[in-house]
T-cell receptor, first 117, second 117 residues
Framework: AQKVTQAQTEISVVEKEDVTLDCVYE???????LFWYKQPPSGELVFLIR??????QNEISGRYSWNFQKSTSSFNFTITASQVVDSAVYFCALSEMGSGNTGKLIFGQGTTLQVKP | DAGVIQSPRHEVTEMGQEVTLRCKPI?????LFWYRQTMMRGLELLIYFNNNVPIDDSGMPEDRFSAKMPNASFSTLKIQPSEPRDSAVYFC???????????????FGQGTRLTVV
C-alpha cells in the first residue's frame, strides 16, 4: 500500500532558525515521484519540488534543500534561515508511475510551520 | 498561462441543495484531478480524467457526487443533494502526461471552499 507519513503536526521556530520537515513514504513500486507542496494561509497549493526514484541526489534551491534517501524511504525538507513568510502548511506527496501521470498523489497529513519574528 | 481556474472561490448552500463546482485546467494539460481537503481526512483524490475520460473515480465518496469533463478546457464536480459533511475545500489540478524530460507535476487551482449549512 502507498502511504506518506509526516509525523510532525506542528513546528514553531523563531526567524532565522533552520528547520527540517520530515517525510517518510511507503510504496511497492520501484518507479515513483516524490513532491513537496506549500499551502500558505491564503489556501492555494504551491508546487515546490519533484524528485524521481532514480535520482537520490540532494537538491538545493536558495534557502530550501531536500534530502532523499531511498534506504530509509525518506524525503526531508530543510529551510535554512527561516523567515516569517515561510509560515505555511507543507505537504509531502507520492505519485506512482503506473497511472502514467504525476498528478495522482498520495498526500501526507501536512506539517504546519509557524515562523515567529 | 493563467493557471488552473476554479469557480466559485466560496460557496455557502443549504443542506439538500445542488452544488456545482467548476474548473478550467491549464491549456495543453491532458490530466485533470479533483481533490478534497478536510481536517479529518486531509487531501484526498476524488476522481481524475485523462483526455476528458474519467479514469479513476474510486475516491468519490457517494453517488451524490458526480464529475464531468465535456471538453478539454472545462470540468464540473456536482453534489446533489449536498449535506453538511460535504463542507470542505475542493481543489482542481491539472498535469501533462508523464515525461521524464519535462516538468509534469500537477498544478492546483486556488480551491473552492464549500460550506453546507
Amino acid at each position: 500500500a502507498q502511504k506518506v507519513t509526516q509525523a510532525q503536526t506542528e513546528i514553531s521556530v523563531v526567524e532565522k532558525e533552520d528547520v527540517t520537515l520530515d517525510c517518510v513514504y511507503e510504496t511497492r513500486d520501484t518507479t515513483y515521484y516524490l513532491f513537496w507542496y506549500k499551502q500558505p494561509p491564503s489556501g492555494e497549493l504551491v508546487f515546490l519540488i519533484r524528485r524521481n526514484s532514480f535520482d537520490e541526489q540532494n537538491e538545493i534551491s536558495g534557502r530550501y534543500s531536500w534530502n532523499f534517501q531511498k534506504s530509509t524511504s525518506s524525503f526531508n525538507f530543510t529551510i535554512t534561515a527561516s523567515q516569517v513568510v515561510d509560515s505555511a502548511v507543507y505537504f509531502c506527496a507520492l505519485s506512482e508511475m503506473g497511472s502514467g501521470n504525476t498528478g495522482k498523489l498520495i498526500f501526507g497529513q501536512g506539517t504546519t510551520l509557524q515562523v515567529k519574528p | 498561462d493563467a493557471g488552473v481556474i476554479q469557480s466559485p472561490r466560496h460557496e455557502v448552500t443549504e443542506m439538500g441543495q445542488e452544488v456545482t463546482l467548476r474548473c478550467k485546467p491549464i491549456s495543453g494539460h491532458d490530466y485533470l484531478f479533483w481533490y478534497r481537503q478536510t481536517m479529518m481526512r486531509g487531501l484526498e483524490l476524488l476522481i481524475y480524467f485523462n483526455n476528458n475520460v474519467p479514469i479513476d473515480d474510486s475516491g468519490m465518496p457517494e453517488d451524490r457526487f458526480s464529475a464531468k469533463m465535456p471538453n478539454a478546457s472545462f470540468s464540473t464536480l456536482k453534489i446533489q443533494p449536498s449535506e453538511p459533511r460535504d463542507s470542505a475545500v475542493y481543489f482542481c489540478a491539472s498535469s501533462r502526461h508523464f515525461d521524464r524530460a519535462m516538468n509534469t507535476e500537477a498544478f492546483f487551482g486556488q480551491g473552492t471552499r464549500l460550506t453546507v449549512v
